[in-house]
């Protein structure tokens, strides 16, 4: 009886250290499944925005008005996120923040008139953050994504480029089980 009891026990502790194992080793693969998922949809959309740059920045959302002051095409404005959130890629949320970011800049050279220079809040791709977005395109191959921070329904991924201080911060969501882009930003140099 003594040795049937501990063969019994010595069996539901192989038992449950096997299923805890197991339990472990899906979560590792679930998490695996959900950094691949994000990393796709923020390399799908550097993807399809090389492909996409001239369509998108078709949309002139700076002109000079009759006095040679620039001004913000909200329309135009309004297009141009289209344009992006076609893609398949962003979030309204994005889009929001981008629009709020228009709108703001539109009220400013309404009450601080500009009319040389290039103007400012304007100076470069408003996507890849750079007056050199063609260096971003020739390496995009070259481009390396690390999962940040990730939850049920929120990511951060860094997106590091061939160029030591150029990296990127995408923020995301998950929004009926899919990933969308919230939010790209530069990564401060360290």
């Known amino acids: 009886m003594y040795l049937a009891n ?11 250290s096997t299923f805890s194992w197991t339990d472990e080793n899906n979560q590792n693969q679930n998490h695996k499944l959900v950094d691949k998922e994000v990393i796709n ?3 799908g959309f ?3 925005y090389k492909l996409n740059y001239r369509q998108v920045n078709s949309h002139t959302i700076i002109y000079t008005d009759s006095s040679t002051n620039f001004q913000v095409d909200t329309t135009a404005c309004k ?8 893609s ?3 979030s309204n ?4 923040l981008w629009m709020q970011y228009f709108m703001s800049k539109a ?4 009450i601080n008139h500009q009319s040389e220079g290039p103007p400012e809040g304007f100076d470069m791709d408003l996507v890849l953050l750079s007056q050199e977005p063609e260096l971003i395109f020739q390496s ?4 390396k994504y690390t999962v940040q921070e990730m939850s049920f329904d929120k990511g951060v991924v860094l997106v590091h480029t061939p160029y030591v201080d150029w990296k990127y911060v995408v923020e995301l969501s998950k929004i009926n089980k899919k990933w969308y882009i919230d939010y790209i930003s530069l990564k401060e140099p360290e």
Not at 6 to 14: N, Q
Request: with cysteine.
């Open 46 to 48: 550097f993807g399809w």
């Open 79 to 86: 297009n141009y996120l289209k344009s992006l959130k076609n």
């Open 41 to 43: 949809c923020v390399s």
């Open 93 to 96: 949320e994005y889009v929001k």
């Open 140 to 143: 995009i191959k070259k481009l």
């Open 88 to 90: 398949g890629y962003i």
């Open 6 to 16: 501990k063969i019994f026990y010595f069996s539901i502790i192989i038992f449950l």
């Open 107 to 110: 009220e400013n050279f309404k």
